[in-house]
């Protein structure tokens, strides 16, 4: 079982190499709002685990690190388009979507993506967790 923190890192790293093709340290810190320091730390944890690994500067999921990563951001994506779509703005549903992802078992998060469908997402369109930050 993971911890929320370690999710939410899995599913960084997937973003940020989605976006850039490539992931760094920095890269986490920044899309996470946390010290160097604490992706380092969190990088080992996840490694000793076989979820991730670091190749010189370039941080990648393993196999099972990129399955936890696709499940954590399945979630958060519902969620985030659920939240738009009954009226939240964009950026609380972000936010709010990224506690909820964290709060369901995969069994219950199927049975209830399976009822409610999935938002009504149009193809192509990028949620907004997966957008490139404007600077």
């Known amino acids: 079982m993971l911890r929320e923190s370690q999710e939410d890192y899995l599913e960084a790293i997937l973003v940020i190499r989605r976006l850039r093709g490539s992931c760094r340290n920095v890269d986490i810190a920044e899309r996470m709002g946390v010290a160097k320091p604490s992706v380092t730390k969190a990088l080992g944890n996840l490694a000793r685990r076989g979820l991730a690994e670091v190749v010189g500067r370039d941080v990648r999921l393993t196999e099972e690190g990129g399955r936890l990563a696709e499940a954590t951001l399945a979630k958060h994506r519902f969620f985030e388009r659920l939240l738009a779509e009954s009226g939240v703005d964009a950026e609380t549903a972000s936010a709010e979507a990224c506690r909820m992802e964290h709060c369901l078992s995969e069994e219950s998060f199927r049975k209830l ?8 997402r149009r193809p ?3 949620a907004a967790s997966e957008r490139p930050e404007e600077t």
């Open 113 to 120: 993506a399976a009822r409610l469908g999935h938002g009504g």
């Open 124 to 126: 192509g369109s990028r």
